[in-house]
């Protein structure tokens, strides 16, 4: 009859409970599918609690057995065990029920009669098997309701009150078992567990932590992690709840989650275990509350799992943390005793944890044992040994022994099968590799198989080694190695005898050491002795000969320590001498240094080293004064370091006290007084400080004032004036005198205008850029709000360029290698202070300035300066005559002259000059001011422009400007005379009227030579005559003519010689006439003669309306007319006469004319009856003479204009 595999379906949120081969129960949750074989092919009986029924569905030859409640059933009235009888034995049940990776609980309600039924069960139900594992089908999360509720359950009113009153028994129940006698205790019919070890004390596995495995802790590291995002949303901020309600619902669901049952262990295993508990529930006085409310939906919790291992009361380790029912715990120990509880969460709320489970591991198999040793052996023979394992609950029976039997395949067979822990192999081939492996056995099965350990059996006697090294020598020992004999197989079992001989002891070779190793430290020698070594080798086959002998030499020993150290001489405040004497013992060898060791104090808690050498002297120095010092020495030889000397004490001599820090202003400086606070100095010279002295100095002075001497630590000084700052300073004394004195305290007495600020400091970016910045002067306390910068270029007149915070200003556009001034003031709320001291600065040198005015040389200028040898002769010699040539001039029609202006070198020395005339070529010149440029085209433009150049470089061009050459100048035009008299002459020259407009372009220059033979220039003008005047008579003159225009001057014309007549005598006065009887006398003025030509006179006659006839020509000046007619009227002028010795006369210019009246004849009668206006006026007239008719025109004209002027005054103007 074949098996049958039945499929025993549970549905979500139902239980299913067997009894598995060792007679524990196993509850198996929903949903799952559980596979039981029948051996008969019929189902078996199945039993299932009150109230669910079962039925078989078959389904392509499978048969499902579905496990369902009934419709009248309310699920948590009864509970899901009760006491079924006995299932049928199943020889093949263990291989078909699965293992539950991830058991899911059923819901509360079937749990509710399950807590503490298992300490009811009859021991006939618990079987002597070994458990078998159990897995169940992982559940999805699709699978679940919200909050682990299942989907079908409906609670009617009297489930509710049900399920209320089953709580409360429960937790009654719960209450009344503080004692643990809910967990899974087998009861006294049972049998007895395995045997358990080290129940105290953690495993000794290197897989345990704690009771756990490295699994366990990673998931309680998890759970921590999800435990910790759990409470982020406490219930006491619900929203619109009151704090009343808020403090009831919060104690109510506190006091809910308190109500935690204990877990329930449903699955047992070697290294695990499966738990489940119950939600906790509410209590009775609660349920009744909300029976009136509307039912809210109960809170999703989550639950934490702890482990302890250590008892009860020990301590307990997270190994679960999550929302579900149940957990499972890996990596335990076998056959050990745990302790579990269960603690639940609700957001930032934690229950108190349950009461703990007690459980016990099952045994199992022991551990993989360690491979096998070798004991010994022989060419045939080998002893191996072994350590027993971890038994793991169950004593172990066997041990399994197996061998490759030197054939190396890997193919092990059994060689040994016992309790024993050591086994003898033989018949074994010499020389030959052997593996081994070890396994042990138990009830529970067997180990798996140690790592294969190889042995080799002995060979033949070894070869003697080769002689022992020295690895290193010590003062008693010496450390030797040697190596393997050659041609001895690494798996021989090989030892070593080394033996020894002390030069000098007459005992020869005695054995040292004894062993496999191929290295020994042979002890308890003598210091500085030498000692001769050698090796043999041996194995199981026998002892091979010495090897050739090593000698070697112990270290020498450690000196003994020096004489106690003395003071030589006096110690000073800060420094002593120090000797002593070297060690009674050098240990062997000489001593090579000593060691000085200084600690302060007399404790000798600390020590410093102040000295290392060969001296036997040495001087401690950099001491505190008055202290107290300890001094020790030790020494250094070959053979190491001595013991410590005796201690020298050292008191050194006190000093004045060290500086004290600066006195400190205790609360605001006053007007006129400041107090003063101070702490004693850090350095008090090894003496108590006794006295202090407070020394004031006034503003900017060098030497202070005493103001205080006592033993306060604080005072008044008064007498300060206010605004000012005062230094303080202050010293300490003790019984060595007064110390140095502390830094100055600068105390600013109230409030004042800034002091004078510290001269500014220029940094010249550029020859034109200057950055001026300064420091901040005391504020006279109060701040400084504003500086005033002065700047110019003369100390007299600097002007204000800054004002501000700031405490630097940059100026631009400055002129390079100038001198500046500058100075800055400080001002804040009190006033402004004084200006600081005038800063002189100058720019650096730079490029020399644009060339700012340039002219054009006029002709007269543009003089040549190297002249010939031939020129300088002819001037030479004009210089001896009186008469020096025109200088030579350049031709204004080829060359133009430039004259400039030096411009500013900028403090570097011009050094040339570039100038640049267009497509030309530039021309580079010297340090002049003054160029003619040679080679040009006549009347031609040219662009014309000049550039400095000094050391730095070239600086910029000039502005452009234009200058023309000239044309070629005129031809001089031919020269004549066209009137000309014994004082004048007139010239003419060229065609063109004789007076001509200044713009007339052609122009002329005529000279006449002077009596020195130099030609001198009489017109210079556009006009084609000129009239030479205030010439001597009969005298000639000879002139030039020069023709020029803008192209320049024209050479000069060939020489023309014109020549003056004599001059006629000069005009006469009118002659005077006196009447005589019939005749007049007339009379005229005298000539004197003319260059040596006499002088004679034609006087002429005019009667009446007649012509002038001539009546005398003479030398004489008086003449008189005879037989005059008395009726008739006679006018007379003269006039003289030049008689020339080699030319005809000449006749002069007459005279005004005279007029002689004819007298009147006078009766007495009427010359009497006339009055004196009458004969006045028979009296003859005179005529006006030219001079006096020219006086009376100019004063007519004087007053015309005048009386004009008049009239436009009055008329135009006003």
Not at 151 to 168: C, G, I, M, S, W
Request: negative net charge; charged residues 20%.
């Amino acid at each position: 009859m074949r098996a049958t595999v039945i499929l025993v379906q549970v549905n979500p949120g139902e239980a299913f409970t067997i009894q598995r081969e060792d007679g524990q129960f196993q509850c198996i949750t929903g949903p799952a599918q559980v596979p039981m074989m029948s051996p008969n092919g019929s189902v078996p009986p199945i039993y299932v609690p009150p109230g669910y029924v079962q039925q078989i569905i078959e389904e392509n030859g499978v048969r499902r057995v579905l496990v369902l409640p009934q419709a009248e059933f309310h699920p948590g009235g009864h509970s899901p065990l009760h006491h079924p009888p006995p299932p049928p034995p199943h020889a093949h049940l263990q291989a078909f029920i699965p293992h539950p990776h991830h058991p899911i609980m059923p819901p509360p309600h079937l749990y509710s009669g399950m807590a503490g039924s298992t300490g009811d069960m009859n021991a006939q139900y618990i079987s002597q098997y070994h458990p078998a594992h159990i897995y169940s089908e992982q559940v999805s999360s699709d699978t679940h309701p919200p909050h682990g509720r299942t989907p079908f359950v409906h609670r009617d009113e009297r489930a509710n009150k049900t399920y209320e009153r089953l709580q409360k028994k429960l937790k009654e129940r719960q209450g009344g078992q503080a004692g643990g006698g809910g967990s899974l205790v087998p009861s006294k019919d049972s049998p007895p567990l395995s045997p358990q070890k080290s129940r105290g004390t953690p495993p000794a596995g290197g897989d345990l932590q704690n009771g756990l495995g490295y699994k366990g802790v990673e998931e309680q590291c998890q759970a921590s992690a999800t435990v910790t995002g759990l409470g982020t949303e406490c219930p006491g901020r619900e929203r619109d709840v009151e704090p009343g309600e808020l403090n009831e619902k919060t104690q109510a669901l506190q006091e809910w989650l308190n109500n935690m049952g204990k877990p329930v262990v449903m699955d047992i295993q070697a290294r695990g275990a499966s738990l489940g508990w119950v939600a906790p529930v509410r209590t009775v006085a609660d349920e009744e509350q909300k029976e009136g409310e509307e039912k809210s939906e109960d809170p999703s919790f989550s639950y934490e799992v702890s482990v302890s291992y250590s008892g009860k009361d020990g301590k307990y380790n997270t190994a679960y943390s999550g929302k579900e029912l149940s957990a499972t715990i890996e990596d335990l120990r076998p056959a050990t005793d745990y302790h579990v509880r269960v603690q639940a969460m609700y957001n930032c709320l934690h229950g108190n944890p349950s009461e703990p489970v007690s459980f016990t591991t099952l045994s199992c198999e022991p551990d993989t044992p360690s491979p096998p040793r070798k004991a010994s052996g022989t060419k045939s023979s080998l002893v191996l040994q072994w350590k027993a394992p971890c038994d793991n609950g169950s004593k172990i029976q066997n041990y399994i022994l197996q061998w490759d039997e030197g054939k190396g395949t890997g193919v092990f067979e059994q060689c040994y099968y016992g309790p024993q822990k050591q086994y003898r192999v033989t018949k074994l081939s010499p020389a030959t590799k052997y593996s081994f492996r070890l396994a042990a056995k138990n009830d529970m099965g067997v180990s798996e198989f140690s790592e294969p350990v190889d042995m080799m059996t002995s060979c033949s006697v070894p070869a003697p080694p080769l002689r022992p090294e020295l690895i290193q020598a010590g003062v008693t020992w010496l450390c030797l190695q040697w190596n393997r004999p050659v041609g001895s197989p690494k798996e021989d079992d090989i030892g070593y005898v080394l033996e020894m001989e002390e030069e000098g002891s007459g005992y020869g070779f005695q054995p040292s050491y004894d062993g496999d190793e191929v290295s020994c430290t042979v002890r308890n020698l003598h210091r500085s002795t030498k000692y001769k070594f050698r090796v043999a080798a041996y194995n199981a086959e026998g002892k091979s000969n010495p090897s050739p002998m090593s000698e070697f030499t112990t270290a020498p020993d450690r000196p003994s320590c020096p004489c106690k150290p003395s003071i030589k001489g006096k110690p000073h405040p800060t420094s002593f001498r120090m000797t002593w004497d070297p060690p009674k013992d050098n240990g062997g060898s000489d001593v090579t240094e000593y060691v000085v060791e200084l600690s302060e104090g007399l404790s000798g808690s600390s020590w410093e080293q102040v000295y290392r050498g060969s001296a036997m002297e040495c001087v401690c120095d950099g001491l505190k004064p008055g202290w107290s010092y300890q001094a020790r020495v030790y020494c250094l030889s070959e053979g190491g370091q001595s013991p410590m000397s005796e201690t020298l004490q050292v008191q050194m001599p006190a000093v004045p006290p060290g500086p004290c820090q600066q006195p400190r202003v205790v609360g605001k400086p006053k007007a006129r007084e400041i107090q003063l606070r101070w702490a004693p100095p850090q350095v008090d010279g090894g003496s108590v400080v006794c006295s202090y002295s407070v020394e004031v100095f006034a503003p900017q002075a060098e030497e202070g004032k005493e103001v205080y001497q006592g033993p306060e630590l604080d005072c008044t000084v008064c007498g300060l004036l206010p605004g000012r700052t005062y230094g303080f300073r202050l010293r300490a004394a003790n019984k060595a005198g007064y110390g140095p004195s502390s830094e100055r305290t600068e105390v600013t007495t109230g409030p004042g205008a800034p002091e004078a600020c510290q001269p500014p400091h220029i940094v010249c970016k550029s020859p034109s850029c200057a950055v001026v910045s300064w420091e901040a002067p005391p504020c006279n306390g109060a701040a400084v709000t504003e500086y005033r910068l002065e700047w110019g270029a003369a100390e007299g007149s600097m002007q204000v360029c800054y004002t501000g915070s700031g405490m630097s200003h940059e100026l631009k556009g400055l002129l390079p290698a100038t001198n500046y001034f500058c100075r800055v003031q400080a001002g804040n709320v009190a006033g402004v202070g004084p200006f600081s001291d005038v800063v002189l600065c100058q720019t650096p040198c730079s490029v020399p300035a644009a060339v700012s005015s340039v002219h054009a040389l006029r002709e007269s200028e543009m003089q040549v300066e190297d002249r010939s040898s031939d020129r300088e002769e002819e001037e030479e010699e004009g210089e001896d005559e009186g008469d020096g040539p025109s200088p030579l001039l350049y031709s204004p029609s080829t060359c133009l002259g430039l004259r400039w202006e030096a411009p500013c070198d900028h403090g570097a020395e011009i050094t040339s000059y570039l100038i640049d005339i267009g497509e030309r070529q530039p021309i580079l010149t010297g340090p002049v001011t003054k160029y003619i440029i040679q080679n040009l085209q006549p009347d031609t433009s040219y662009r014309i422009r000049i550039q400095a150049l000094n050391s730095l470089g070239a600086g910029p061009f000039s502005h452009t400007f234009k200058l023309k050459t000239k044309p070629l100048p005129p031809l001089p035009p031919r020269l004549e005379c066209t009137a000309f008299s014994h004082q004048t002459l007139r010239l003419k020259w060229g065609e063109g009227p004789a007076k001509s407009t200044p713009t007339d372009s052609l122009q002329y220059h005529l000279q006449m030579e002077d009596k020195n033979g130099r030609f001198v220039s009489l017109y210079k003008g556009p006009c084609h005559t000129h009239k030479v005047q205030r010439l001597n008579e009969s005298t000639s003159y000879t002139f030039r003519i020069q023709a020029f225009n803008e192209a320049g001057e024209g050479p000069f014309s060939s020489v023309y010689t014109f020549t003056t007549p004599r001059s006629p005598p000069a005009p006469l006065k009118a002659p005077r006439v006196e009447r005589l009887d019939e005749s007049c006398e007339i009379s005229w003025e005298a000539l004197p003669p003319m260059k040596g030509d006499p002088v004679i006179y034609c006087l002429q006659c005019m009667q009446g309306n007649s012509e002038f006839k001539q009546i005398y020509k003479g030398s004489a000046t008086v003449f008189q007319l005879a037989n005059l007619s008395s009726s008739a009227e006679y006018r007379f002028r003269v006039c003289a006469i030049r008689q020339c010795q080699d030319a005809p006369e000449i006749i002069g210019p007459y005279s005004s004319t005279i007029t002689l009246l004819p007298p009147r004849i006078e009766t007495p009668a009427s010359s009497s009856s006339m009055g004196p206006k009458t004969a006045e006026a028979l009296r003859p007239r005179r005529s006006l003479t030219d001079e006096q008719f020219s006086f009376l025109i100019i004063a007519l004209l004087a007053v015309t204009s005048i009386l004009i002027a008049v009239a436009i005054q009055y008329f135009v103007i006003e």
